[in-house]
């Protein structure tokens, strides 16, 4: 009788492992699954943000707000130690040609911040124009902001009540390209970076720079005040040796930040 | 999630470890009881290293959950272990370690029948594939583990029958 058991015992249980692994299987190749792609994952929106006029209260037109907005600069000093760094106190978004390159009376934007566009789900559509006006640099020492940096960089000291557009104090850019950036959500932009320097005319040098958009906002939901606001930043470097800038106080790379907010109110 | 597949993990381990064992049995008294042996002595050693076997594995299975626990073995997790899941399949294993007693070792039915409680988690999940409940892949992966049991559970079989009959050439025991 025992005998018996363990056989039917055997049996049984060859019979069942047998039947699970044989009934288990899927008899379909394995398909490997999809390898991990290391590609970042990138998300756009669909804004758009034109300037049109400008006009104050037209919520679908955007301002610069220039009041906080900033461009700085920032160098090596003498080139191997820490930074030396400062911002442009005037500055605006608009093409400048030559016959707007004129002293302004007045102490509030000289031109129409309307040179750009933003659309941030086709770059090929976005565009800006940008200056500054180099004798405004800050560097927070009065001494050398008024003194050797205007001789310097090759411009005058500031009038005040007065706007300097003119060729020796004015650095311009303006897009060439806008395209995605393929790591990551920001732009990658082509300029023309135009300034005299100490040069006897204006040089235009092609420069590679970065966007980044800051989404649209809205401040004071659900008040009477509300606006919306939203940003962008642009980074690029350029080299100042091209625009004949000698002083071997900074280094040949000066690296640009601009950081302009708009506001729709 | 996260709890569900612990859970799943914790059934996998068990079948892992015992479920193989009642096929090993049977084979083990198929070859005690149906082969011709010239030398007795294996087939008395099988037997009785069966019940001895047995406690290997479940040693072993003990031996591993302590060495996840440690160093930071405290009441609680011990506690939380024994609580999670398979509470009374976790229970018997204890109730497992008298498999060492001289009363069990000569009677191996009883690690049969402990070892069937596992092989029934396996025979379970079998017929939810059946019934639709479980995918293929899953059960053609459990029973690769019931293999991999099988595997272990003739090893330890084999590893201590032969230092039986070692020990008892040198008449140790």
């Given at each position: 009788?025992k ?8 049996i049984?249980?060859?019979l ?20 991990a ?8 929106g669909?804004?758009?943000h ?9 919520t679908a ?5 220039k009041v906080?907005?900033n461009v ?12 030396l760094?400062g911002?442009f ?5 608009h093409?400048?040609?030559?016959a ?5 009376n ?9 040179s750009w ?15 500054v006006?180099?004798n405004?640099s800050?560097t927070?020492e ?12 090759g411009?005058?000291?500031?009038v005040?009540?007065v ?14 390209k ?6 990551s ?5 082509t300029l ?7 040069l ?6 092609t420069i ?10 809205t401040?004071?939901a ?6 919306d606001?939203f ?12 625009f ?6 900074i ?10 907010n708009?506001?729709?109110? | 999630m996260?709890?569900?597949f ?21 084979l ?7 082969v011709n ?15 001895l ?16 626990m440690?160093?930071?073995?405290t009441?609680s ?5 024994f609580?999670d899941?398979?509470?009374w399949?976790?229970i ?7 498999l060492?007693?001289?009363?069990f070792k000569a009677r ?20 939810s ?10 059960m053609?992966?459990e029973?690769?583990?019931y293999f ?6 003739s090893?330890?079989l ?5 230092i039986?009959v070692v020990?008892?050439?040198?008449r140790?025991?």
């Amino acid at each position: 009788m025992k005998k018996i058991n363990h056989q039917l015992l055997l049996i049984l249980l060859i019979l069942v492992s047998g039947y699970g692994y044989i009934a288990s299987c899927a008899h379909e190749d394995l398909v490997a699954p999809a390898p991990a792609s290391t590609a970042p994952v990138i998300k756009r929106g669909t804004a758009v943000h034109l300037p049109g006029n400008m006009t104050a209260g037209n919520t679908a037109e955007w301002k610069l707000d220039k009041v906080h907005s900033n461009v700085m600069w920032k160098t090596n000093y003498m080139a191997t130690a820490g930074y030396l760094t400062g911002r442009f106190n005037q500055f605006g978004m608009h093409n400048v040609v030559d016959a707007e390159m004129l002293n302004y009376n007045t102490t509030a934007q000289p031109v129409k911040d309307t040179s750009w566009a933003f659309y941030e789900a086709d770059p090929t559509k976005t565009y800006f124009s940008g200056y500054v006006q180099i004798n405004t640099s800050n560097t927070g020492e009065p001494g050398r902001d008024g003194g050797c940096n205007l001789t310097t960089l090759g411009t005058t000291a500031i009038v005040t009540g007065v706007q300097n557009l003119t060729v020796t104090n004015l650095a311009k850019i303006k897009t060439v390209k806008v395209e995605n950036d393929p790591l990551s959500a920001d732009y990658i932009v082509t300029l023309e970076l135009t300034w005299q320097g100490k040069l006897a005319t204006p040089l235009t040098k092609t420069i590679v720079g970065k966007l980044k958009y800051v989404a649209k906002t809205t401040i004071g939901a659900g008040t009477a005040s509300t606006y919306d606001v939203f940003g962008l930043q642009l980074l690029f470097q350029f080299n100042c040796r091209d625009f004949g800038i000698a002083s071997t106080s900074i280094a040949d790379k000066i690296d640009i930040e601009c950081n302009m907010n708009f506001n729709n109110k | 999630m996260n709890q569900s597949f612990s859970i799943f993990f914790d059934r996998l381990t068990l079948v892992a470890f015992f479920s193989g064992y009642p096929i090993v049995y049977a084979l083990a008294m198929y070859l005690i009881k149906d082969v011709n042996w010239k030398n007795p002595v294996i087939p008395q050693s099988i037997k009785s290293s069966l019940s001895l076997a047995y406690f290997v594995v479940v040693l072993l299975f003990w031996g591993m959950i302590i060495a996840d626990m440690f160093p930071s073995i405290t009441f609680s997790k011990i506690i939380s272990f024994f609580k999670d899941a398979y509470s009374w399949h976790k229970i018997s294993l204890i109730a497992a370690l008298v498999l060492a007693f001289k009363y069990f070792k000569a009677r191996p039915n009883y690690a049969l029948l402990h070892s069937l409680f596992f092989l029934l988690l396996l025979l379970e999940d079998l017929l939810s594939m059946l019934t639709g409940h479980m995918d293929k892949l899953t059960m053609n992966s459990e029973f690769k583990l019931y293999f991999y049991s099988i595997l272990l559970n003739s090893i330890v079989l084999l590893s201590v029958t032969s230092i039986r009959v070692v020990l008892q050439r040198k008449r140790l025991i």
